[in-house]
């Protein structure tokens, strides 16, 4: 909703599944070429800090060199197939990469977790990983008492959101 020119792949929902978490592009004013693209991680986890460190961070790493981009690609050509009136190649063809891209990192931990009211620690080292302008980084951390039962409680109040709006 906060991005009306945007479309997203569904987010992995098996622990089995690679690539990443979720895909987003929003496409230019004109709606015929790819304004940004914003690759996510969403994880949860009792411990944090450390999932990030060894999974998370490597994985950014690893975009920027430049590995994953035969994966980035075929994510981004399959989203864009769903787009109505977008010439495809073209599209794909005209981005900028280090232009459009951008990182969404989201997890969500306990209460616990905080330090000194904040949960910047949890994320720290993202500038370093990510590189590029703040404007290309998003951070967010959903905090819970119980985490599992924090995330069951969304999971159910979102199915009644997409029932609502589905109007069944």
Not at 11 to 24: C, E, L, N, S, T
Not at 47 to 57: C, E, H
Not at 84 to 96: C, G, L, P, S
């Amino acid at each position: 909703m906060a991005m009306p020119a945007a479309y997203m792949t569904a987010p992995h929902v098996r622990q089995a599944d690679k690539g990443f978490d979720g895909f987003i592009i929003e496409l230019d004013e004109a709606k015929s070429g790819i304004g940004r693209i914003v690759l996510c991680e969403d994880k949860a986890s009792i411990t944090p800090r450390k999932l990030i460190s060894s999974s998370v961070w490597p994985d950014v790493e690893a975009i920027r060199r430049g590995d994953r981009d035969d994966e980035i690609l075929a994510d981004l050509v399959t989203l864009l197939k769903s787009v109505d009136d977008i010439d495809v190649e073209a599209a794909v063809d005209e981005i900028f990469w280090e232009e459009v891209r951008e990182f969404r990192v989201a997890v969500a931990t306990g209460e616990n977790r905080r330090k000194s009211g904040s949960f910047l620690h949890i994320v720290a080292g993202f500038e370093t990983v990510a590189g590029g302008p703040l404007e290309s980084r998003t951070a967010g951390v959903l905090p819970f008492d119980d985490v599992r039962a924090g995330l069951a409680i969304l999971a159910e109040d979102v199915a009644a959101k997409v029932k609502e709006i589905a109007g069944v």
